[in-house]
């Protein structure tokens, strides 16, 4: 497509309920970025992919966050028993090649917007 | 881990004027991004600039890797670059806060 898109655009859930992102790259693009902001917290990483494999998972905030990539394209960020403190904007990023730093420039989705209440 | 530091937290313009807003990093990088967060969310690419300068239009931008810091340059501002300009470092983006961007008509 012609910019990494998201889905939903908003998603409003009950406190305890598991919640599923999806967030489709730039075609082409092998690297593969989750990020989140909050009004407290501002702009964090979450996780990356370089192709399927997700070698630094350290910014998932608890073990109820996960992620998954198939095929090298489209993600999946999954939020179980999702707590108030999860409400934010989910950003999916992707660029070229994590690898080739002169095209690693990262070009965001219009992001997810979670509300848990 | 890296620091980012932004200057100004906010800044007011009247529309045609000129502005500068300033990113300074606690470490080497090699990779530095600034975007533009409209109102809408949206992040938006302006430049990638590890080091160096580039000119896009009305934006200009100046990284000094030695010492650690980006200059983003806005001339003749206009309504529609209010927003947040964020400064951002490394392959797993550290972001700084951000400048909030007024542009008065």
């Known amino acids: 497509g012609a910019g990494v898109s998201q889905s939903p655009s908003n998603k409003v859930t009950e406190k305890g309920k598991d919640v599923e992102l999806r967030c489709d790259p730039i075609?082409?693009?092998?690297?593969l970025y989750w990020y989140r902001q909050s009004l407290g917290q501002g702009l964090e990483f979450l996780i990356y992919f370089q192709g399927n494999s997700a070698p630094d998972k350290s910014g998932l905030p608890s073990d109820r966050f996960s992620a998954e990539r198939t095929g090298g394209s489209v993600s999946t960020l999954t939020i179980q028993r999702t707590q108030q403190e999860d409400s934010a904007v989910y950003l999916c990023?992707?660029?070229?090649?994590?690898?080739?730093?002169?095209?690693?420039?990262?070009?965001f989705g219009p992001g997810t917007r979670l509300t848990v209440l | 881990g890296i620091q980012v530091e932004q200057s100004p937290p906010d800044l007011i313009l009247q529309e045609g004027a000129n502005s500068t807003l300033r990113c300074n990093f606690s470490d080497s990088v090699n990779n530095l991004q600034w975007f533009h967060q409209n109102p809408w969310g949206q992040l938006i690419n302006l430049f990638y600039?590890?080091?160096g300068t580039k000119q896009n239009g009305r934006l200009s931008a100046t990284t000094v890797a030695t010492e650690r810091y980006s200059l983003l340059y806005i001339s003749s501002s206009q309504t529609t670059d209010s927003g947040v300009y964020f400064c951002?470092?490394?392959?797993?983006?550290?972001f700084g806060k951000g400048t909030k961007l007024t542009v008065n008509p």
């Open positions: 951002a470092v490394s392959l797993k983006l550290v």
């Open positions: 075609s082409g693009h092998t690297a």
């Open positions: 600039i590890p080091s």
């Open positions: 990023a992707s660029s070229y090649d994590l690898f080739v730093l002169s095209t690693d420039t990262q070009y």
